[in-house]
Antibody, heavy 118, light 112 residues
Framework: EVHLVESGGGLVQPGGSLRLSCAAS????????MTWIRQTPGKGLEWVAN????????YSVDSVKGRFTLSRDNAKNSLYLQMNSLRAEDTAIYYC???????????WGQGTLVTVSS | DIVMTQFPLSLPVTPGEPASISCRSS???????????LHWYLQRPGRSPHLLIY???NRASGVPDRFSGSGSGTDFTLKISRVEAEDVGVYYC?????????FGLGTKLEIK
């Protein structure tokens, strides 16, 4: 059974940094793209970033480029999102998801809440 | 960016009755390979979204056959043949044709 568990969320001041982690199990982690998606009451669901199975290519939404860095450690079955220069509008629940290729994000974690506020 | 428009935004349904949700994209989601990169998700209250339908019409593993998806190009429909209490939640369509992947605002299904 696929299992994704996010951690690392919390309260951070504007301009601060946070590192989210996602622990994966139940599938061959190194064989799949992985994704971060966030959700806010105001903007709904928003795709944040993808990373290829090797960790050599990442893709992200324009609003986080230059501030967020996506990485993975296949030996640890873990996905990471380093978030710098955080803004109030980054406040959201962040989900990691397994990318099912043509099936899109087919398994999601339970999410971790990030709150950016002074 | 591809804009995804869902309607209705709210859908009250009597148990046992059918329900239908529409999703329209600002650009065709039909790839040259013949595949529609349109997916449907359900987010139950207090839970994370889970995949119901992928590729416009393929049920994900474990999804009851009362759920069906149809459509191609820019117009898609999710149908529930007979709504049950456990179907309550917000339904989202999502396009995976090109980044940034984008979602509709959601349709909230509630039981009358």
């Amino acid at each position: 059974e696929v299992h994704l568990v996010e951690s690392g969320g919390g309260l951070v001041q504007p301009g601060g940094s946070l590192r989210l982690s996602c622990a994966a199990s139940g599938f061959t982690f190194s064989g799949y793209y992985m994704t971060w998606i966030r959700q806010t009451p105001g903007k709904g669901l928003e795709w944040v970033a993808n990373i290829n199975p090797y960790g050599s290519e990442t893709y992200s939404v324009d609003s986080v480029k230059g501030r967020f860095t996506l990485s993975r450690d296949n030996a640890k079955n873990s996905l990471y999102l380093q978030m710098n220069s955080l803004r109030a509008e980054d406040t959201a629940i962040y989900y990691c998801a397994k990318d099912g290729g043509r099936a899109g994000p087919n398994y999601w974690g339970q999410g971790t809440l990030v709150t950016v506020s002074s | 960016d591809i804009v995804m428009t869902q309607f209705p935004l709210s859908l009250p349904v009597t148990p046992g009755e059918p329900a239908s949700i529409s999703c329209r994209s600002s650009q065709s989601l039909l790839h040259s390979n013949g595949y529609n990169y349109l997916h449907w998700y359900l987010q139950r209250p207090g839970r994370s979204p889970h995949l119901l339908i992928y590729g416009g019409s393929n049920r994900a593993s474990g999804v009851p056959d009362r759920f069906s998806g149809s459509g191609s190009g820019t117009d898609f429909t999710l149908k529930i043949s007979r709504v049950e209490a456990e179907d309550v939640g917000v339904y989202y369509c999502m396009q995976g044709l090109q980044t940034p992947w984008t979602f509709g605002l959601g349709t909230k299904l509630e039981i009358k």
